[in-house]
């Protein structure tokens, strides 16, 4: 599975943006996935997930402000982002979860969030 994010970009804080992630080569359905959050200069660390079941879980620098969400039939998670905050900003990556440190897929290039004060 190739794993491709998308939606990033330049917003104020207190702003919205909503990312996409999309894979191919096979289907994600069938996956615990999570969007992943790496700041400038820190390790990755993952801010929400969503179950096969739709059942949702997120980070509590997150909760009330992120919503995950995926599509089956397009194969696809995402995340929406509101009232954003400048420690909101870095690069966001989709994986699926299989353990508190391991992820099945190779990581794809990720989307840049940058939110000013």
């Known amino acids: 599975v190739q794993l491709q994010a998308s939606g990033g970009g330049l917003v104020q804080a207190g702003g919205s943006l909503r990312l996409t992630c999309t894979a191919s080569?096979?289907?994600?359905?069938?996956?615990?996935m999570g969007w992943f959050h790496q700041a400038p200069g820190k390790e990755r660390e993952l801010v929400a997930s969503?179950?096969?079941?739709?059942?949702?879980n997120y980070a509590d620098s997150v909760k009330g402000r992120f919503t995950i969400s995926r599509d089956n039939t397009k194969n696809t998670v995402s995340l929406q982002m509101t009232s954003l905050k400048p420690s909101d900003t870095g690069v966001y990556y989709c994986?699926?979860?299989?353990?508190?440190?391991?992820?099945?897929?190779?990581w794809g290039q990720g989307t840049l969030v940058t939110v000013s004060s």
């Open positions: 994986n699926s979860i299989l353990s508190d440190t391991k992820t099945r897929f190779p």
């Open positions: 080569g096979n289907s994600i359905r069938f996956n615990l």
């Open positions: 969503i179950t096969t079941a739709g059942t949702t």
